[in-house]
């Protein structure tokens, strides 16, 4: 089985829709299981239409509780917090949102009147579409430790994949390049990094290339809206070169993408001979050639 | 995260020690104009002469100087500290080990302590050490930077790629401008995409908060996600739709606006200007001034300083 993310730096550039349509069309051919580990806005489901099946609670998180009835009000811990998350003027209140579950407090507080605790984070969904199964991450709103709740999404997606004898699982990852898209990146094969031509996207590919070379995973480049801006297009295609990355496939600018997404189905379904679709279908064929040359 | 708040959360969350204002522009999905709507809300707030502090909290995937065609000066890194064991003084009691929750630390036979992994810098180790055997080095996760042009001024936070602290780039980025805040007639933060804990950061002192969304399903869950989040804190928001003409449905952003009872500002249709001005690096106020884009900038803009500035 070959594991692949797909990864952006930048939001919004088509990491779901391109995860959705590579998955759906590999399906023909393949057993598919697909990961969403965007965790914080999870919405392959969506646009893949996919059924949910089961849900359940994740605990994938450490936050400290304090015990008022033992609680001295010595504000100790308030000092000690590195991450300014115990407030008050008058008792100590532990902001969750930020507590990093470190512990500082507990050695600090003279009435053990602190304890850290697992505390629910998230939600695994499995689901289903047609042949695809799907395993996705929800982080509770205003939660932290999303690194860890990617780590029990993976680990669910490769039992699926190992259950299913897949041949493939492929990863819809977060934006950006922080923790939770380390987590996303850390031992797969292969990263499909989606951008597109505005200096923006370009800056933030660049960032991203250099989380997946410092974590040794190899690399290539989809060029999404590729009509959007001839010059931007240059300076992506001339960075590539320059970094010796592969240019997977150029994806036009499409308006039946959106629409196709709006109608709550994909493009390459709905409108097999859009342009689009036709350039999804070559990295489709790209990736079909690394599962069979695995 | 419960979704009850203590009210001492609530009050720090708007504390901030200073009478400017701080907008925050976010929205839950990635690339949906955030950094757009920022960069011009501060461009158009900038050209009715008054003095703008612009923050990029995005610190993942800083793009607001590209919009601007500002480059990143003035420097500062952001540090976090890292036990430096003195092996001398070390009397192999081994309490930092189980102090560590990360479980970074380790001591292999026949060697001295060592860190190997992830070090948030909490300084437990620190703490149980019985033998003063351990102090703060430090160690670079990020840079903060900033630029001014006009009345405007950029703070750009820049994790180091490879890291994971995003949160202590927030913190850091937000220290500085609200440091000097005084100096400003509004402050406006860009936020990441998501609603973690690192969009809270970003957002807090926020007197109120631009939700930016797009009439797609994707727009529209996300935005759903991002007024709860809003609701939480009590936070004063409106809606911002961007590519309002976009074949989706307008009608479920309108449903998430009611269901949290959050009013919907002007939107914006895809426009040629706008990409122009996106590429080359103009905020579209300045380059094009009598675009229809422009237009809603800065009549949003007027809005704002009629409403939250002196």
Do not use: W
Not at chain 1, 12 to 25: D, E, I, N, Y
Not at chain 1, 45 to 55: K, M, N, P
Not at chain 1, 59 to 76: H, Q
């Amino acid at each position: 089985m070959k594991e692949i993310v797909i990864l952006s730096g930048k939001g919004g550039v088509g990491k779901s829709s391109l995860t959705a349509a590579v998955g759906h069309l590999l399906a023909e051919k393949y057993k598919v299981v697909l990961a969403d580990t965007d965790v914080d806005a999870p919405n392959l489901d969506l646009v893949l239409g996919a059924e949910l099946e089961s849900t359940h609670g994740i605990t994938a998180s450490d936050k400290a509780f304090i015990d008022y009835d033992l609680c001295s009000r010595c504000m100790e811990c308030v000092d000690v917090c590195r991450f300014s998350s115990i407030i008050g003027e008058d008792e100590p209140v532990i902001v969750s949102y930020s507590c990093e579950g470190c512990g500082a407090c507990t050695l600090v507080c003279p009435l053990e009147a602190i304890s850290i605790q697992p505390v629910e984070n998230g939600k695994l969904n499995i689901l289903n579409s047609g042949s695809i199964r799907v395993v996705a991450g929800e982080l509770g709103i205003g939660e932290s430790s999303s690194g860890r709740l990617v780590d029990v999404v993976k680990r669910r997606a490769r039992e699926e994949a190992e259950l299913m004898g897949s041949d493939l699982l492929l990863t819809d990852g977060p934006p950006g390049i922080g923790c939770p898209v380390i987590a996303s990146l850390k031992g797969v094969d292969y990263a499909i990094l989606v951008t597109e031509p505005t200096p923006s996207a370009l800056s933030d590919l660049k960032r991203v290339v250099e989380v997946a070379r410092f974590f040794k995973v190899p690399a290539g480049v989809v060029l999404n809206r590729a009509g959007l801006h001839g010059k931007s297009r240059n300076a992506v295609l001339s960075y590539l070169k320059e970094n010796e990355l592969d240019l997977l496939v150029e994806i036009p600018y499409d308006p039946l993408l959106p629409k196709a997404l709006a109608q709550g189905g994909l493009a390459v379904s709905m409108y097999p001979d859009a342009p689009a679709s036709v350039a999804i279908r070559e990295l489709t064929k790209t990736v079909d050639a690394m599962l069979a040359g695995k | 995260m419960n979704s009850e708040l203590r009210p001492e959360i609530i009050q720090a969350f708007f504390k901030t020690g200073f009478s400017t204002p701080v907008i925050g522009v976010t929205g839950g999905k990635g690339g949906v104009g955030k950094t757009t709507v920022a960069v011009n809300l501060a461009a158009a707030v900038a050209a009715r002469g008054r003095k703008v502090a612009l923050v990029d909290a995005d610190v993942d995937a800083p793009n607001a100087a590209i919009l601007l065609g500002l480059s990143l000066d003035n420097p500062v890194d952001v540090p976090v500290t890292q036990p430096v064991f003195d092996h001398q003084k070390c009397s192999d009691c081994k309490l930092c080990i189980s102090a560590c929750r990360l479980n970074s630390l380790f001591r292999p036979k026949e060697k001295t302590i060592l860190l190997m992994g992830e070090c948030n810098g909490c300084e437990a180790c620190f703490l149980v050490c019985p033998s003063d055997a351990i102090s703060r080095g430090r160690r670079s996760v990020g840079t903060t930077y900033k630029n001014t042009s006009g009345k405007l001024t950029l703070y750009t936070g820049e994790l180091h790629p490879g890291l994971e602290e995003s949160a202590l780039v927030v913190t850091a980025v937000k220290k500085r401008v609200f440091a000097e805040a005084d100096q400003f007639d509004c402050i406006l933060i860009d936020t990441s995409p998501g609603t973690h804990c690192n969009v809270i950061d970003a957002l807090k002192g926020a007197t109120h908060v631009l939700a930016v969304t797009e009439p797609t399903p994707l727009g529209a869950h996300d935005l759903d996600l991002m007024l709860s989040l809003l609701d939480m804190f009590k936070v004063s928001r409106s809606i911002f739709i961007n590519r309002a003409d976009l074949p989706g449905r307008m009608n479920e952003i309108q449903d998430v606006a009611a269901t949290h009872e959050t009013q919907i500002e002007t939107g914006l249709k895809l426009d040629e200007d706008l990409l122009a001005s996106y590429v080359n690096g103009v905020p579209v106020v300045d380059a094009y001034p009598d675009s229809l884009a422009a237009k809603t900038f800065m009549a949003l803009a007027d809005n704002l300083i009629m409403e939250y500035l002196p």
